[in-house]
């Protein structure tokens, strides 16, 4: 099973950018897809953005289009993403997971965009 460990969180202002990394352990991610998710307080997880498993293919979310990118280094083993133009509406808790999807949360980290 992939283990992720999430990091690069923090406190933004609006407009401010972060960039989120994501080491695997476990096993190797180069044959998988791979998906940040985030939790916003009083919200369901939703899915931000995927990448197949060259970096080949990516899909976002509506609202992260345009402002974030999803990547990957196979050769690290490990996933970002990029986040430009940072909202108050994308506070949250970011996590990385791999299919199945659900069967296994790391701790996240938390993203803060203020006002």
């Known amino acids: 099973q992939v283990q992720p460990v999430e990091s690069g969180g923090g406190q933004v202002q609006a407009g401010g950018s972060l960039r989120l990394s994501c080491v695997a352990s476990?096993?190797?991610?180069?044959?998988?897809?791979m998906a940040w998710f985030r939790q916003a307080p009083g919200k369901e997880r939703e899915v931000v953005a995927t990448?197949?498993?060259?970096?080949?293919?990516?899909a976002y979310a509506g609202s992260v289009k345009g402002r974030f990118t999803i990547s990957r280094d196979n050769a690290k083993n490990t996933v970002y993403l990029q986040m430009n133009s940072l909202k108050p509406e994308d506070t949250a808790v970011y996590y990385c997971?791999?299919?199945?999807?659900?069967?296994?949360w790391g701790q996240g980290t938390q993203v803060t965009v203020s006002s």
């Open positions: 997971a791999s299919p199945p999807y659900g069967s296994y």
């Open positions: 476990g096993r190797t991610i180069s044959t998988y897809e």
């Open positions: 990448i197949n498993w060259s970096g080949s293919s990516t």
